[in-house]
């Protein structure tokens, strides 16, 4: 493992729940069209790929067909990339519906939201202690491990008493969301005080949303973690200019992690970080 301490996870969130193409006419929406992003940020140095799929009317959706026809697509190429999917891509939705994807396409990572949270002030986020422990178990029976995602502190604890039930498994992953409105935000401090909580044995992640996105990826980077780019969290590459592609995020944050004397994990350097089986 020591000779992979130099290499950082790259994992792109080409979709998201949320933007639409009245935000950014660049966003891939539908099966095809994300397989081919996610082809394209693979290409370029991407080693995940966290997916969310939309309904026909690219409203933001869990719908099985979707993501089958999405994963179906990826694995169809010759892309070795890591699978993430999305447990929490619609609101309001029975556990069985948030579950039937991973448990029926075996994706090597799914998210964990580990607690429920005031969405925008407006809606909840809920991810209750039963389908924390139902989701839980159903990732060990299918050998899927969990992102376990963290908005803000008490997320963590709630890992933690999970770790200690049985529920999550050590070495805990985790994926640090900084900015979304109800959470915490995409400061350095935050940043550094989530790290404090965790487990020495952890692998981690972060991402800023919005303007955070590139504070929060050099703390990450500059801490000894991995990072998250992609339309999910910004649509913009600078200020006012919509990234013409997922892709400007990989490029950019390659250079930014060579400028770190690091450089981007392939798809089997980051199983091999993050315990997953090697692909060959």
Known sequence: MAILTDKVILTVAPTGAWPSKKDTPHIPLQPRDIADEVYACWNAGASVAHIHVRDDLDKSSMDFDKFK???????????DII???????????????????????????ASYDCGSMNWAHTTVFENSP????????????????????????????????????????????FQFVLGAPGGMAATVENLVFLKSLIPVDSTWGALGIGSGHLPVMYTALAMGGHVRVGMEDNIYYSKGVLAKSNVDFIERTKRIVVDFNKHLATPNEARAILGLPIKN
Request: aromatic share 8%; glycine share 8%.
């Open 69 to 79: 026809k999405t994963v179906e697509y990826i694995r169809a190429s010759d892309c």
């Open 83 to 109: 699978i993430n999917l999305t447990t929490s891509g619609q609101l309001g939705l029975a556990d069985e519906a948030r579950m039937k994807h991973i448990i029926a396409l075996k994706p090597e990572l």
């Open 130 to 173: 039963m389908f924390l422990e139902k989701l839980g178990r159903v990732m060990q029976d299918n050998g899927i491990k969990p992102e376990i995602e963290i908005f803000d502190a008490g997320m963590v604890y709630n890992a933690l008493y999970y770790l200690k039930k049985g529920i999550l498994k050590a070495p805990l992953h």
